[in-house]
């Protein structure tokens, strides 16, 4: 299979995705191969972080929480408020037959996480082009990719969610498109940001839970 071919009967395209076979709707954003690293430096930080679950925020169809799911062997909870992508992410799941390792919760980031809901490992690939780009990608749906004026309102939003629900030692994994709108966070209290990877499409940040 190439990396990514169309399946014209289901309105879907399907990805190879580090191991993994994403199907993703035609209506979702379709999966970034860069974004593997996503999923593979969130193993990496597990190995050390608490004991706990992963939580995948703006999930899509689910390919990054799913891989790292796989890496690490962690329970995984994956948040979007698209029904579509909460969808697509159960058959993705089944389909790797992780779906016994995965649950899914529809709705904004604000509203259904539970208080006391804590996780070692939070990944987060929020919408991030700033609104007034947007008509450069004409492939993808809009909703999946505006991130208001700065590109950055859905993933403040992820931010809070990180220092309200990661356990104190755990790591916020969160993806933007430039190094410029790292500069331009205001990171929470309770969060610290210990370093930046960056690639041509894109730049990934690690926060850690600081202790209350």
Same mark, same amino acid.
């Given at each position: 299979?190439?990396?990514?071919?169309?399946d014209?009967?289901?309105?879907a395209s399907?990805?190879?995705?580090g191991?993994l076979?994403?199907?993703?709707d035609?209506?979702?954003?379709?999966? %970034?191969?860069?974004?593997?690293? @996503?999923?593979?430096?969130?193993?990496?930080?597990?190995?050390?972080?608490?004991d706990?679950?992963?939580?995948?925020?703006?999930?899509?169809? /689910?390919q990054i929480?799913l891989?790292a799911?796989?890496?690490?062997? $962690?329970?995984l909870?994956?948040?979007? @408020?698209?029904p579509?992508?909460? $969808?697509?992410?159960e058959?993705?799941? $089944?389909a790797?037959?992780?779906?016994? @390792?995965?649950?899914?919760?529809?709705? %904004?980031?604000d509203?259904v996480?539970?208080p006391?809901?804590?996780?070692?490992?939070?990944?987060?690939d929020?919408?991030?082009?700033? !609104?007034?780009?947007i008509? %450069?990608?004409?492939?993808?749906?809009?909703?999946?990719i505006? /991130?208001?004026? @700065?590109?950055?309102?859905?993933?403040?939003?992820?931010?809070?969610?990180?220092?309200? !629900?990661l356990?104190?030692?755990? !790591?916020g994994?969160?993806?933007? /498109?430039t190094?410029?709108?790292?500069?331009?966070?205001?990171?929470?209290?309770?969060l610290?940001?210990?370093?930046? $990877?960056?690639?041509? %499409? /894109?730049?990934?940040?690690?926060?850690?839970r600081?202790?209350d």
């Amino acid at each position: 299979m190439s990396d990514r071919e169309v399946d014209a009967a289901a309105g879907a395209s399907v990805t190879a995705f580090g191991g993994l076979r994403i199907v993703a709707d035609d209506r979702l954003l379709q999966p %970034r191969e860069w974004t593997v690293a @996503q999923a593979e430096w969130a193993a990496e930080l597990a190995a050390d972080a608490p004991d706990g679950a992963l939580l995948e925020l703006c999930c899509g169809a /689910g390919q990054i929480g799913l891989l790292a799911a796989r890496l690490t062997g $962690r329970p995984l909870l994956a948040v979007d @408020q698209d029904p579509i992508a909460v $969808r697509q992410t159960e058959a993705n799941a $089944r389909a790797a037959g992780l779906d016994g @390792q995965v649950q899914t919760r529809r709705g %904004r980031i604000d509203e259904v996480l539970d208080p006391d809901d804590r996780f070692a490992i939070v990944l987060a690939d929020p919408p991030w082009v700033p !609104h007034a780009q947007i008509t %450069r990608f004409p492939q993808d749906p809009p909703v999946a990719i505006d /991130g208001g004026a @700065q590109g950055l309102d859905v993933a403040r939003t992820c931010l809070r969610a990180m220092a309200d !629900h990661l356990l104190p030692g755990g !790591h916020g994994v969160l993806q933007l /498109g430039t190094r410029d709108q790292v500069d331009q966070l205001a990171t929470p209290p309770l969060l610290s940001v210990v370093a930046t $990877r960056e690639f041509p %499409r /894109g730049v990934l940040v690690d926060l850690v839970r600081l202790p209350d």
